[in-house]
């Protein structure tokens, strides 16, 4: 499977000898882990951080949908002035980042929906 001897895998793992990169990886491929975790770089086999990339894919439309609803709360939010801070309006930096979480959230709830609710047969 790796194309190497029992011998030289012992001596990898007894530290007698040094694993290569290529090595790292194909051993990383097999038992399913990071070459981190192999490595003893970390204690999480696998790459949580990578979690959103076993989201779907938003289309074309589906973006559009969530600019749309996006720009309708914050049109809503500076017309009734509804959020404020101790009675002052939102400075031009706060209502950037409130854009950016809003833009996030409504894209992140779209993905967990649309792989929640498509059916098996039709996901990628």
Do not use: C
Request: glycine content about 4%; aromatic content about 8%.
């Amino acid at each position: 499977m790796l194309g190497i001897s029992a011998q030289y895998y012992y001596d990898i793992e007894k530290g007698k000898r040094n694993l290569s990169a290529e090595m790292a990886t194909r051993l990383a491929e097999i038992f399913g882990v990071t070459t981190d975790y192999l490595l003893g770089r970390t204690d999480k086999p696998n790459d949580e951080s990578d979690w959103d990339s076993k989201l779907p894919e938003l289309t074309e439309k589906e973006e559009r949908d969530i600019a749309l609803k996006l720009e309708k709360i914050l049109n809503q939010l500076d017309h009734e002035n509804a959020v404020s801070f101790y009675g002052e309006p939102m400075d031009e930096e706060t209502k950037e980042a409130m854009r950016i979480s809003l833009e996030s959230s409504l894209r992140l709830a779209k993905q967990l929906a649309k792989k929640k609710f498509t059916p098996k047969k039709y996901r990628k």
